[in-house]
């Protein structure tokens, strides 16, 4: 868990992924596509670290987001956030994206 | 071809059944005529050329030189059970045969003092006159080929029948279809697994549809009559909490068979036109509506905008996503390709192999469910952009739209074709 909110702070925005994850690669795609340039780290053989995302509440543990140090969610919250705004505003305010 | 031993007046002929060939057993009926070479082997050149149907009496010459006329008829038939038996797949030629075995048999019938007679062979056996046992032995073989090919024709008879039944229920399905019945693909379609879930999902998506439409007109009642805001809204929520019912639905459908709702089967025609993922492309739909819910305000036109912008761009991210399935499923299938080194290791690299791409079909339900999730939040987000009013406008300009292409199908199911 440390690790986690470790890595989880040193960038604006950052996702956790598998490299067999095909969801993952989405959600780095709309990250990218708003203009944030999320630190991505690829946890495929790391079980200590996939318990620790799970017990965030991150359900299936990848994609694991997080903006400004917090976490965010999976991809289905990343979605939600997205259509009613809030995660462009949490971009910004992380200073991942100025508009 | 099993080998027999038949004792027979002191001489003891084995393998009596691979000294004279099927020709005998072929004489029984029209199942052995296949005329393959390797049947001929022991037959002489000129027996061969006249072919297998009743090719008995071609070859009586042979049946002199090897059979003993004093063995058993018995034996004889016993002989020919054995063969019959290890036959079984001979019936399938004969059907693209294009002579009537009858015809053949006509021409050594033709002759009953001399049924060796046939056409263009054996008048040199003229001399070799049979004894009285062997006639009647031949007569009994010549009976049980007629029974055979009776036996024949009235099977192929039965397929024939089979076949015009079968020709006769595709075009009724064909035409209850046509008229908007739904029935399920899955007797003639490569979908083994889709069975249970998918007939389900389609009798649940019929009745969600028959709901849809009441909730429609109770809207549209609503709508057209000026009913006052607050009725209206309870309507309008009942009418979203239904529409929304349809992803519950899929979500359930989808654990049974992904690819029977992700592909679209369960649309009518018109509608997988537009296929995305499983269903409708939400920022499609929001550039149709505009236009019904009109007036807007210049903050509701750009909120709009924006809504559609914004569910372009996670259609976008998630199409991405497919794409990389996509690729990554052709890539773990094409791995080691194209040759499985034999052994168990390789058995265990393909085992691996599929094992990975199983995987990967997996995460097909997982981009549905994001999909759907996306349509169901964009409209979610619509509602908070509109009034009332304007929700209900919208629901009932989304509902008349999905029904114009239902309706746009069922015409063009049952459009006449040349």
Known sequence: ?99 | MGSKSFKVAGKVYTSVADSMPSFIANSNGAEGNTGQSSRVSNVGPHEQSIGFRGGAYNSTSLINQTMHPDLQFSSYEKMLQGQNISQPNQVSNSDTSTEDPDDKIQSFDVDPSNPFMASGSNDKQKDKFPEQKTQRRLAQNREAARKSRLRKKAYVQQLENSRLKLTQLEQEVQRARKQGVVISNTGDQSQPNSGNGSLAFVAEYSRWLEEQSKHTSELRAAVTSHKSDSELRSLVENATTHFNDIFRLKKIAAKADVFHIIYGMWTSPAERCFLWIGGFRSSELLKLLVSHLEPLTEQQLASIDHLQQTSLQAEEALSQGMDALQQSLADTLARDAPVVPPGSSGMANYMGQMAMAMGKLGSLENFLRQADHLREKTLQQLHTILTTRQSARALLAINDYFSRLRALSTLWLARPQE
């Open chain 1, 1 to 99: 868990m440390d690790r986690v909110k470790d890595l989880a702070s040193k960038s604006a925005a950052v996702i956790f992924t598998k490299s067999t994850c095909c969801m993952c690669h989405s959600i780095k795609a709309l990250f990218y596509d708003l203009g944030a340039s999320p630190a991505v780290y690829e946890v495929d053989h790391d079980a200590d670290m996939e318990r620790a995302l799970r017990r965030l509440g991150c359900n299936p543990a990848f994609p694991a987001v997080f903006v400004g140090g917090k976490y965010v969610g999976s991809a289905k919250d990343v979605i939600s956030l997205h259509v009613d705004g809030t995660l462009k505003q949490k971009l910004i305010e992380a200073k991942a994206i100025w508009f």
